[in-house]
């Protein structure tokens, strides 16, 4: 097991590495730090000093890969490779084009983030599988058939209407909770109500079909067969039989979206103002702040990837007829 | 060419537009000779809700194309034979649609409104100065009072639902006649039969579908010119107008961002596992590495990066339209960059299946090429899932459009989409009263879109996954 672990920690290299020259060829190659900083600066502003300047004080002014003026080892440290993207393997962001350090941010940043991730993704679970149940037992009925164009109607909404629903309803119309904005510990419930609400109604139609497919597809099983041969209830069979063994499929899928929880949702932090990692990369997308955009396509891809390698050490944990090998 | 004072001037999307609607055509007529391509989709056109879904589908593509044909208007010079055309591009749904465009207000109206939102200071002819909402410039123009409103409202509505009402009995007589013809029936029994639902093709569902649509086009176009059905935003242009253009957009990232993804998850799949091995372990690679990145933020950098592009080289980009064309078009590419790893790990598998098939394993015994094997073999077996993920992925993308656009990666400011015209409203909510128009127009064009793309996705499914339920 644990060598399994170590090798599949290793196999995360190369990817992280891959990473690393896709996200530097973008803002690097494809543009260099001149055009950014042309952008940054506007056309007001615009000369070769004040470039040099804006390119200095971001420690933007070195070669790209290789540089000849230094010596030794310097040649390679002593460039914006170097300083911008290997460094990112340390976790070390380095600083915001404002001068904020971003590993600061992004430690400050991931509480209201995972407030918002862990309620919804806990409810939700439960109340997408207890519906896709529900629809499972009575498959191929009214109720399944309603249940279903229900789910697909849902699912045909843009995640944004039901923000906006939501707050024009039960804030703005209701006043029974603040329309945005955030607070420190207990009183920050009062905000996180109506996120999470809107999360799990968003939700509820992929979720539910999602489901039901691995529900109806467990059940047309030789084991299910079996256990109606038997005389079983049918309640039995779904409960005792079905469930248990479509946990494997809904627990590795949870599984490989926890780590992802800490990176928030971009759309939901922005309409609720909630100061989260997600509106964190919108604010620097809105300012056009490369850094912080950089440090979270990283930190993103090696959530996603310890993610992965949960899955998998999670299936041999649920799964006895999964070996790793 | 050059004709009607127009001269044919498309956009680059424009040009990719016709080649997927010819490749869709190419694609029918191969699907027509292919029994195992065939046999589903006749699955397909017997369902109700996955035709009636179909015709709105349609309604839609007929929209977008009409924009998708983008003319230059010839300008008239005094005392020249010099030909002149406009630097604005026009499509022709902008000719079609020439009331509307043209009939701007100066800032919110709602919708029926022959008022303005917002008071203004009005000098009256007797010198005094009141402050009170203006009449619009459009809007019930041809009313002498305000008060006449609802009667004409009334009016133009009964009108356009007695046309509608007359089309539609007028469809059932030709249908009628042409299906008892071929079927040998009477008329009358035929008509029973058609009431009943008894067809091979859902004909009831289909005229019913139709009749709904008829039913509000005729509405729109009789109401349209003389008011702002849906309300104007805040520099006073149609909302109608502003959705119908949309249209276009949402589709265009929906069905373009398919060219980009086919090349990549097409070759890169079935080559990852037919040869298996090395090639495999790149390949994997790849696309683990490419999809190890967030998808919403690998789109936000290189959105960034292709602004930071367009600012600098501005004078490569004739027109704001060019340069929003342009935006799209790399829009479309990126997403799907980031949207060929889930179809290439489909096609990777089902390839892996395939090679140990005995038909494959006959074809290599007796040394056909690898090409050939990968074309002939391979590549037909597959089709299924390909047109699965690509119809399933449709609903997706237009609604990616729109989240995308919020968050400022999305199409140009400039472009008219959903997107923008949600992100626009939405912080009008606050106002008393609200401004709502803009976000229910763009919600309910939006839903019917995503909605009967969703169900028909589905209904294909059905009919090409044995698998599915």
């Known amino acids: 097991m644990l060598a399994y672990i170590i090798r599949r920690l290793l196999y995360a ?50 070669p790209l890969i290789y540089n000849p003026g230094a010596s030794g080892f310097d040649k390679f440290q002593q460039t914006i490779f170097f300083e911008k993207s290997a460094k990112l393997f340390v976790f070390d962001f380095g600083a915001a084009d404002d001068g904020r350090d971003i590993g600061y941010d992004i430690r400050q940043r991931m509480w209201p983030s995972l407030a918002i991730a862990i309620p919804s993704l806990i409810i939700g679970l439960l109340i997408n599988v207890t519906v896709a149940m529900m629809l499972a037992f009575f498959r191929a009925s009214y109720i399944d058939i309603v249940g279903v164009i229900a789910g697909v109607t849902l699912m045909s909404i843009s995640s944004m209407f039901y923000i906006i629903g939501g ?27 109506l ?29 299910v067969r079996t ?12 409960f005792k039989h079905v469930l248990k063994n479509a946990m494997i499929p809904i627990l590795t899928g949870v599984v490989v979206i926890l780590p992802i929880l800490f990176m928030g949702s971009l759309v939901t932090e922005s309409f609720f103002g909630i100061p989260g990692l997600g509106s964190y990369v919108i604010d620097a997308i809105q300012a056009q702040d490369f850094a912080i955009v950089r440090a979270m396509v990283f930190l993103g891809s090696v959530l996603y990837i310890v993610g992965l390698i949960l899955t998998d050490i999670s299936y041999t944990l649920v799964d006895p007829r999964v070996r790793l090998s | 060419m050059n004709a009607f004072g127009y001269q044919f001037a498309p956009l680059w999307t424009d040009w990719l537009v016709y080649f997927l609607v010819f490749s869709g055509i190419g694609f029918f007529l191969y699907a027509r000779r292919h029994e195992h391509l065939a046999r589903p989709w006749r699955q397909v056109v017997r369902r109700p809700l996955a035709m009636s879904a179909a015709l709105v589908l349609l309604v839609y593509i007929a929209i977008g194309l009409a924009d998708s044909i983008h003319l230059q208007k010839q300008r008239v010079i005094a005392n020249s034979d010099a030909v002149i055309f406009s630097s604005e591009k026009i499509s022709l749904l902008d000719i079609v649609l020439t009331t509307l465009r043209v009939q701007e207000e100066k800032t919110y109206s709602a919708p029926f409104a022959i008022q303005s939102y917002a008071k203004e200071t009005i000098e ?60 040998q029936n009477s008329f009358g029994r035929q008509l029973n039969l058609l009431k009943l639902g008894d067809a091979d093709l859902p004909w ?86 490419l999809s190890s990145i967030p998808g919403v933020l690998l789109i936000a950098a290189s959105v960034l990066m292709i602004d930071v592009y367009i600012q600098n080289n501005a004078e490569q980009f004739a027109t704001i339209a060019d340069r929003a064309d342009a935006r799209l078009l790399f829009l479309c590419l990126i997403l799907g960059i980031t949207g060929w790893v889930g179809l290439c790990r489909l096609l990777r598998g089902e390839a892996l299946k395939l090679r140990e098939i005995d038909y494959i394993q006959a074809s290599q015994a007796f040394g056909v090429s690898h090409t050939r094997i990968l074309s002939r073999h391979i590549l037909p077996n597959v089709m299924h899932i390909i047109l699965i993920t690509l119809v399933l992925d449709f609903s997706g993308l237009v609604l990616a459009e729109a989240v995308l656009s919020y968050i400022g990666v999305g199409v140009d400011p400039s472009m008219i989409s959903w997107g923008n015209m949600i992100n626009g409203a939405r912080l009008e909510m606050a106002r008393e009263p609200v401004v709502w128009w803009s976000l229910v127009a763009a919600f309910i064009f939006m839903f019917l879109l995503v909605l009967c793309a969703n169900l028909f996705a589905d209904s294909v499914r059905d009919a090409f996954d044995p698998r599915a339920y």
Do not use: C
């Open chain 2, 204 to 289: 009831r569902s289909l005229l019913l579908m139709g009749f709904v649509l008829t039913l509000v086009g005729l509405v729109l176009i009789r109401l349209a010119p003389y008011y702002h059905v849906l309300g104007t935003d805040k520099v006073g242009k149609d909302v109608l107008y502003l959705s119908l253009k949309s249209i276009r957009t949402g589709l265009v990232i929906g069905s373009l961002t398919t060219l980009f993804v086919l090349p990549f998850a097409l070759s890169l799949g079935i080559m990852a596992g037919y040869f298996r091995g090395r090639v495999d372990d790149v390949i994997q690679y790849l696309y683990t590495t």
């Open chain 1, 195 to 223: 996120p999470i609400i809107v999360g799990l109604i968003g939700g509820i139609g992929s979720g539910t079909r999602w489901y039901r497919t691995i529900f109806l597809e467990e059940i047309n099983r030789d084991y």
């Open chain 1, 13 to 62: 290299i190369p990817i992280l590495i891959g990473v690393n020259l896709i996200t530097f060829a973008l803002f690097f190659v494809v543009n260099t730090p001149d055009d950014v900083a042309r952008v940054h600066l506007g056309d007001k502003y615009l000369n070769e000093e004040a470039v040099a300047n804006w390119k200095a004080a971001r420690g933007y002014d070195k």
């Open chain 2, 124 to 183: 009256l002819p007797d010198g005094g100065i009141v402050r009170e909402f203006p009449r619009l410039v459009y809007g019930g123009i041809h009313l002498d009072q305000a008060s006449d409103k609802t009667a004409d409202i009334v009016a133009k509505t009964i009108r356009a639902i007695a046309e509608s009402v007359a089309i539609f009995v007028l469809l059932i007589v030709i249908l009628n006649f042409f299906l008892a013809r071929y079927y």
């Open chain 1, 167 to 193: 707050q024009y309803l039960i804030s703005k119309s209701l006043h029974l909770v603040p329309i945005s904005g955030y607070d420190e510990g207990l009183s920050a419930i009062k905000f996180l109500v």
């Open chain 1, 227 to 238: 256990a109606r041969a038997k005389g079983l209830f049918e309640s039995i069979v779904l």
